[in-house]
């Protein structure tokens, strides 16, 4: 028997169940994902209900479908017993020189403003020097490594008591980490929007909506008696191969009005 096989077999769940959980998940029948994949419904019943043994091939295939992040397509993988076909590099390696240098460089290129490179649980990999402005204030033990910047952002004693519209721009956080659960599944995750949905607002903080004519959900922001507005943009690599790289998320945040981009000139 394979190490692949001898793998699944030591407790990943068969591959049926994995593929029907993953459709269900996405709200699609057999018939959707059977036609959207090209396939037969009775090919595809047979695959879920272990009477038919798919090739490498066609789990890839059947993933891509159902927009499986990588680390999933690795599971189905091996659920079918066969080998993962993505790395899982660590980030310091050699390897992964190119993948690092790339984002120091779109930091270097990004200050004096504030950006952050997370990992696939929201912990802190790499920052500008801007950083430095929204973590002013925060608690001490919620920078202490590893630091989690959605702890940072939403605990009551991390940034959101600095922001003025913190219910708006909270939910707008939630929001993303709910729709990075629906499409990992992920127990970790599903156990950090449980923490972080818990925390209340603090005491005091001001809760305010957008302001008209607002493109996107600013975080307004309290800073050494100013008021400073910022909108931010996530960039991932396009065309990832390697499971560590394509959970690398990079969050950059612009000043969203001219008084804000003066103040940080200054």
């Known amino acids: ?35 959207a994949a090209g396939v037969s419904t009775r090919h595809l019943s047979f695959v879920e209900t272990g009477r038919s043994q798919p090739s490498r091939e066609m789990v890839l295939h059947l993933a ?7 680390r999933e397509r690795n599971r189905l993988l091996l659920a079918a017993g066969y080998a993962p076909v993505y790395d899982e590099t660590e980030l310091d390696s050699p390897r992964l020189s190119a993948v690092r240098n790339a984002v120091r460089h779109v930091l270097r290129g990004h200050e004096p403003y504030p950006a952050l490179v997370v990992d696939r649980y929201w912990n802190l990999v790499d ?9 002013a204030g925060v608690a ?3 920078l202490e490594p590893p630091v989690n910047a ?37 127990a970790r995750l599903e156990a950090l929007l449980r923490e972080v949905r818990g925390y209340r607002v603090p005491d005091g ?4 909506g957008s302001r008209p004519g607002d493109p996107a959900v600013p975080m307004v922001l ?15 690599f396009g065309t990832p191969l390697d499971v560590t790289v394509s959970e690398l998320v990079v969050e950059a945040f612009y000043p969203a009005d001219d008084a804000t981009a003066a103040a940080l000139a200054r």
């Not at 600095?162 to 659960?181: F, G, I, P, S, Y």
Request: aromatic share 2%; no cysteine; proline share 5%.
């Open 1 to 35: 028997m394979s190490q692949a096989t001898d793998r699944a077999d030591a407790g990943t769940p068969p591959l049926g169940h994995l593929l029907r959980e993953w459709r269900r998940r996405r709200r699609l029948t057999q018939l959707d994902l059977a036609t």
């Open 64 to 70: 891509g479908h159902l927009g499986l992040p990588l």
């Open 127 to 135: 920052a500008t020097d801007g950083l430095a402005l929204l973590t």
């Open 140 to 142: 001490p033990e919620l």
């Open 150 to 186: 959605l702890r940072v952002a939403l605990h009551p004693g991390g940034l959101v008591r600095r922001v003025l519209n913190a219910a708006q721009w909270r939910e707008h956080l939630l929001a993303r980490l709910r729709q990075q659960v629906d499409l990992s599944a992920d």
């Open 205 to 208: 903080v001001t809760v305010a």
């Open 222 to 236: 309290r800073h050494e008696g100013r008021v400073l507005a910022f909108v931010s943009t996530v960039t991932m």
